[in-house]
């Protein structure tokens, strides 16, 4: 199934046009739409490299340089391969998932042990909770 001349790479994912209950979305309504998805896509891109790069400069750069050329290049062909393997957004999804879980639990950690003795922080995050909790 392929997206009709003019309809955006959303409407080719999800099947639906861009239209909202039967009203067609102006010029401005397209553009801010348009800002939107781009914001969010890019802001998606750079937490999951972020995540997966742990702290090394290099990856990250190397990890955005490949994502920025793969949106640019590869993004129909993306849109067209999601269309034809929905299971694979769902992948998508869990490692993104995956990679936010595991830097909020890092952050955490990180948090807890500059406010307790390095002692409680060498246990790990439940330790080092207690113990910032007076437990």
Not at 25 to 49: K, P, R
Request: glycine letters at 12%.
């Amino acid at each position: 199934r392929h997206a009709p001349r003019g309809a955006s790479v959303g409407a080719a994912v999800t099947g639906h046009d861009a239209q909202a209950g039967g009203q067609q979305l102006g010029f401005w309504g397209a553009i801010v739409q348009i800002v939107v998805a781009d914001v969010s896509m890019s802001l998606d891109n750079v937490l999951a490299v972020a995540g997966a790069a742990k702290g090394h400069t290099g990856v990250l750069i190397i990890g955005l340089a490949i994502a920025v050329v793969l949106m640019a290049v590869a993004a129909s062909f993306i849109a067209r391969l999601l269309v034809k393997l929905p299971w694979l957004t769902w992948v998508g999804l869990f490692i993104v998932l995956y990679v936010a879980i595991e830097m909020i639990w890092r952050g955490a950690h990180e948090v807890a042990c500059a406010y307790v003795p390095a002692s409680s922080c060498s246990e790990g995050l439940a330790s080092a909770m207690k113990a910032l909790l007076g437990g």
